[in-house]
């Protein structure tokens, strides 16, 4: 073990830290964390972009931009409106006001929009017509689908309709959060212009499929065309069904987003699950932060919503042809596999394949890892299920953060408690979006026997364990899956993801210890190996990368590499900071936001970001420190964002075979830094630029794993 002193680290140099504000970074140095997730979103785009991607993975990047930045609107931007509201002045780390980064969000986004405008508008929807997919206008419409559209109409759409009329003696109507509206402006012979709103049905496909036979178009494979039409286009087609005796002068559709971030006053509240799902049945009527429209609209009708719905004109995003572009999701169930990529089938790790009679057997033979979604995800549900079943199995606890639906991990652990096991789950209910599924799955838990607790108060329980107590021949033995991922098998096969079989005595003890203080009342503050947020964390990482500068200091190996979602933690950068002056390398592989700038000279020279975007959503976080030779490697849930280090209970754990590390050093990350087909490199001014080969030979590292398996 190599010996140095723990860095009391030296101060903080002028450079690095701010100097109105001490102890705070130099904002100059700190990327805007909305812009530089913006940047991100930008990233996303650039593969709908891109056609060398298969047309409906386009498209699906393209849905996947829209979704993300409703998503934006909801969270950070309706937490910058409070902050406007409330007349905060405090500067965001990088020195803005809440009113300057709103402007600059909405700076960024009106091109970003415009060419997600462009590229359905000018480029896929003509990819998609030669391809046999036609996304049709009212107006395109022959006879034979106008009629077997009007039959639709009358048979599914029109009961579920509700006109609503906006005068006097009718008040404005509500508008729920992300619900496609269409405005209707009437002419009336003795009342003159009115206005009324009849909301797109949500319970409707929203791209409606017309019959194949009413299709008309190039079928030269032998594939008959498919047709579809925008919903709200039928409904606006015949609108007057819903206004007989009115002449329907104009119709526009109009989308609001609302604020959807919710406050939870948890020490007030006496039961978690009830007043959650208050909150979940609330968040519906959060303020409006934004309302997107069609750009051919009035100035009027423009203005009755705006005044009405409370807005500024800033708040308006005018849009050139379909809103809410996340619909276009749908398109992937078409059976087209000539315009996907190519399906794989996930492997299940060597160690288990001849061992799936019995698992425990496996892991007691070593440490398995799983590297999803290359590796299946399927050996960590049949663990639970083996323990189920297992008649020497005691005990079985878990964390739960986002399990999707019908999981079969929760169907196992009720399958457990029906065998008499002991079983505890950790439901988190504040899983953002998720809430109401979880709700559903505690209350599924709880009649079931299960012991099961909904986090502790103030902190978000996002740590992905595992730990099952077994009774054997030699006594009581502990087997623990540790993950950086969610217990949800579909999203093992779309997320990049690390999961770890062991039954180490030391992380079995620690990760027992940590169910207690999660179940019970502990102030346990440090494990054996495990790294634990909110205590100890913090604290550990600070003085592991200060161990990297003091063995830079000393001549001896020194480099991190990080790979994690985000890094906006402001103690953590400066410390990156630091350890570039002194002479570390630092390597970071991250995929959204990123505040440090990299390649400032003198500051950040040593410091390479970047960013992969692909196929896979690249989910898992790693953490390398050379330490002069005598490696470490952590895998686990945390990212370094402060609502992860201080916020929430996270884990990170030891990967201690060496044959292990070494795979995950030089066979994972180093693919990462060496890819020059997906990856994206950070620049000092918070810009990515793509790599290219350059006359080397192509390499993409999602690829590579997949060929690999």
């Known amino acids: 073990m190599i010996e140095y002193e723990p860095a009391m680290a030296a101060p903080l140099t002028p450079a690095i830290e701010s100097a109105e504000q001490p102890g705070r970074i130099n904002p100059a140095l700190y990327i805007n964390r909305e812009l530089s997730w913006i940047e991100f979103n930008r990233r996303v785009l650039e593969e709908a972009l891109d056609a060398h991607n298969p047309l409906l993975e386009r498209v699906k990047f393209t849905a996947i931009f829209s979704s993300n930045l409703d998503e934006f609107f909801m969270i950070r931007v309706s937490g910058i409106r409070e902050q406007i509201d409330a007349g905060v002045s405090e500067l965001s780390p990088n020195g803005k006001t809440p009113q300057e980064q709103l402007e600059a969000i909405r700076a960024a986004l009106l091109p970003l929009l415009a060419e997600r405008q462009r590229l359905v508008n000018e480029e896929l929807l003509p990819a998609l017509r030669a391809a046999g997919i036609f ?14 559209l009007h039959g639709y109409y009358t048979r599914e759409v029109f009961p ?33 212009q009115l206005y009324a709103r009849v909301k797109v049905p949500e319970v409707l496909p929203r791209l409606v499929h017309l019959p194949p036979e009413t299709c008309e178009g190039p079928s030269d494979d032998g594939r008959r065309p498919a047709c579809f039409v925008w919903l709200e286009e039928v409904i606006a087609a015949n609108l007057a069904s819903l206004f007989p005796g009115k002449h329907v002068r104009e119709t526009y559709a109009f989308r ?80 087209r596999p000539d315009l996907k990529d190519p399906p794989f089938v996930p492997l299940v790790p060597v160690a288990l394949r001849h061992h799936e009679d019995d698992m425990f057997a496996a892991i007691r033979r070593g ?96 740590a992905k364990l595992l730990l099952i107590v077994r009774k054997e021949a030699d006594g009581i033995r502990r087997y623990v899956h ?58 550990a990482l600070m003085e592991k990368i200060e161990r990297e500068i003091s063995c830079a200091r000393r001549g001896l190996d020194a480099h991190l590499i990080f790979k994690c979602n985000a890094l906006t933690d402001e103690g953590l950068t400066m410390a990156l900071y630091r350890a570039s002056q ?23 020279d040593m410091v390479q970001v970047r960013s992969i975007v692909g196929r896979f959503l690249e989910h898992h976080r790693a953490y390398y420190f050379r330490n002069g030779g005598e490696e470490e490697l952590y895998l686990g849930s945390a990212d370094l964002m402060i609502r992860n280090i201080s916020r929430r209970v996270e884990t990170l754990f030891p990967i201690q075979d060496p044959i292990m590390l070494r795979y995950l050093r030089d066979g994972v990350l180093q693919a990462y830094l060496d890819d020059n087909v997906q990856a994206r490199e950070l620049l000092p001014d918070g810009s990515y630029r793509r790599l290219a080969p350059n006359g080397a030979a192509p390499f993409n590292a999602q690829l590579a794993f997949f060929e690999s398996r």
């Open 367 to 462: 440490d398995i890892l799983l590297h999803h979604p290359y590796d299946s995800f399927a050996p960590v549900t049949d663990l639970v299920k083996a323990a189920a079943a297992d008649p020497q199995v005691l005990a079985i606890k878990q964390t739960l953060y986002r399990t999707g639906r019908n999981s079969p991990i929760v169907a196992a652990l009720m399958a457990a408690r029906e065998e008499g096991k002991q079983v505890a789950t950790l439901v988190e209910l504040k899983a953002r979006f998720d809430e109401e599924n979880n709700i559903g799955w505690a209350k599924q838990l709880e009649s079931a026997g299960v012991h099961v607790v909904y986090g502790l108060i103030g902190l978000k329980v996002h």
């Open 482 to 539: 540790m993950g950086t991922g969610n217990y949800n098998a579909s999203t093992a096969r779309l997320y990049t993801d690390f999961g770890l079989f062991t039954c180490d005595p030391d992380l079995g003890e620690d990760v027992t210890e940590l169910f207690n203080a999660l179940t019970g009342y502990s102030d346990q503050k440090r494990y054996r190996k495990l790294l634990v947020a909110p205590r100890g964390m913090r604290e």
């Open 256 to 335: 609001v987003t609302r604020d959807a971030d919710m406050e939870i006053q948890e020490d007030e509240a006496g039961d978690l699950l009830q007043t959650m799902e208050e909150n979940v049945r609330q968040r519906r009527f959060g303020r409006v932060v934004r309302l997107t429209i069609d750009q051919r609209s009035s100035e009027e009708a423009r203005r009755l919503l705006i005044e009405n719905l409370g807005l500024r004109d800033t708040d308006v995003y005018a849009m050139d042809g379909p809103l809410g572009l996340s619909g276009l999701m749908s398109l992937i169930s078409l059976d």
């Open 582 to 604: 002194a002479g570390v390398k630092v390597d970071l592989i991250i995929r959204g936001i990123c505040s440090l700038r990299p390649g400032l000279p003198g500051l950040s």
């Open 135 to 148: 996304l049709l206008r009212y107006d395109e419409l022959n006879v034979a689908q106008r009629e077997a």
């Open 160 to 192: 579920v309709l509700t006109p609503l009329a906006i005068d006097p003696s009718h008040p404005f109507p509500f508008i729920s959060n992300l619900s496609l509206n269409l405005a209707v402006v009437i002419d009336d012979p003795h009342n003159g």
